[in-house]
């Protein structure tokens, strides 16, 4: 699993809490019925944090009401999740560790050292700045505004960004392979949708932080019309999934999972718009698979651009925000004859970001593993951060 990989932020190798500690979020969602559960600043005392939501997804299952009438968890944060998972979770595998340092990786401690060290000169330096000049010179004769103290204060900034924004960057930046949160959106052969993402959260949270990946809505979204004996609006049934990646408090500002998965619902593959794709060398909407639809995916992208310009980049609450780092995974299926488990399915990944890595793999009957694929999708520019481009590329298979 992903969150066993040190590569990835999430479980194992996930950006240290200011406190040095691992404390991991993740959720999970079916498109049936809106179920969903989510665990948040678990300590890092399991290394599989995705299956406890799963685990607590599947105690909503088996007992809508628990005796006395009570109302099953749905979100579990801290010790209180912790507990929970050693009493319900034996058997799911989540892999409890004894040591709070067993998820803690170098490559994390590295980066924990280099961002406290650079967010220790920063608050130093707001501190001077708080005092006068008379004062400052006083206390520091030596200094200057040309003299070491300038070039620290603008290696903090170059590092840090504006008032330490930056530090929620994974313990691979600066260098090393891309890390960041992990999200999956999974289909059956019966047309189902499952979502789920887990993350490590920002480098130096505040303990007890909760990010997008452990709360409704904002870090994955699963939901389908006309599974019910209820048709849609072209007499048919759609089912979509999404999970969305970057800066979680502001992607929760936004509940950018949700909007982006009830777009795609509200638009039909009937009702195809005009492409808005690309930038850089993403392509426009490279596809592949068998008797392609283009202007069917078209009108996905066009959901999905849609969303992260207007419902991200240009959201009314994002106003003052300078980084607006989102990535998203979207899955819409469709279904006209109800005698066929599944007729068309799109995928379709789109990101503000300078990279995202995305993988998918398809599982036959009887095979046990499947292909695998995976990319790094790349902007070959990035305009000012008010002004991000948008990278979107996906594919659309006729089933």
């Known amino acids: 699993m992903l969150e066993d990989s040190e590569l990835t932020n999430a479980g194992r190798g996930s950006c240290l809490s200011r406190d040095g500690s691992v404390q991991c979020d993740a959720g999970v969602m079916l498109d049936s019925r809106g179920l969903f559960a989510g665990v948040g600043a678990l300590p890092g005392l399991v290394r ?41 979770c034996r058997d799911c595998d989540v892999g409890f560790v004894e040591s709070d340092n067993a998820l803690v990786t170098p490559a994390a401690r590295t980066a924990y050292l280099k961002y406290s060290r650079l967010l220790e000169a920063a608050e130093q330096q707001q501190q001077q700045q708080r005092l006068g000049p008379r004062k400052r010179r006083a206390e520091s004769p030596d200094s200057s505004p040309s003299g070491e103290s300038t070039a620290s204060t603008a290696a903090v900034e170059r590092q840090l960004g504006n008032g330490g924004h930056r530090c929620w960057l994974t313990p691979a930046a600066g260098g090393g392979p891309v890390s960041d949160t992990v999200g999956a959106v999974c289909l059956d052969s019966s047309g189902r949708i499952a979502v789920a993402c887990s993350s490590g959260g920002v480098a130096l949270k505040q303990p007890g932080r909760v990010g997008q990946a452990a709360i409704f809505g904002c870090g994955c979204w699963a939901e ?80 999905a651009g849609d969303c992260l310009r207007r419902e991200f980049l240009g959201h009314a609450f994002m106003e003052g925000v300078e980084l607006r780092d989102a990535g998203l995974l979207l899955i819409r299926r469709r279904r006209q004859d109800p005698n066929l488990p599944l007729q068309q399915l799109e995928f379709l990944y789109g990101h503000t970001t300078e990279a995202m890595c995305v993988g998918w793999q398809i599982v036959g009957e009887g095979d046990g593993e499947g292909e695998c694929e995976a990319v790094v999708s790349r902007q070959a520019t990035i305009t000012d951060q008010s002004h991000r481009d948008v990278c979107i590329s996906g594919s659309v298979y006729r089933l």
């Open 48 to 88: 599989r944090p995705v299956l406890v939501a799963r685990c607590l997804l599947e105690s909503q299952l088996q007992s809508p009401l628990l005796p006395g009438g009570l109302i099953p968890p749905s979100l579990l944060v801290g010790h209180g999740a912790l507990d929970w998972a050693r009493a319900n």
């Open 224 to 303: 389908s019309v006309g599974d019910a004996g209820v048709e849609d609006d072209d007499g048919g049934s759609t089912g979509v999934g999404c999970v969305t990646s970057g800066a979680g408090e502001y992607l929760v500002r936004c509940q950018l999972a949700q909007t982006c998965a009830r777009a795609a619902l509200r638009r039909s593959p009937r009702r195809a718009s005009p492409a808005v794709v690309s930038n850089g060398d993403c392509g426009g909407s490279e596809s592949s698979g068998s008797d392609i639809d283009a202007h069917r995916q078209d009108d996905l992208a066009s959901v």
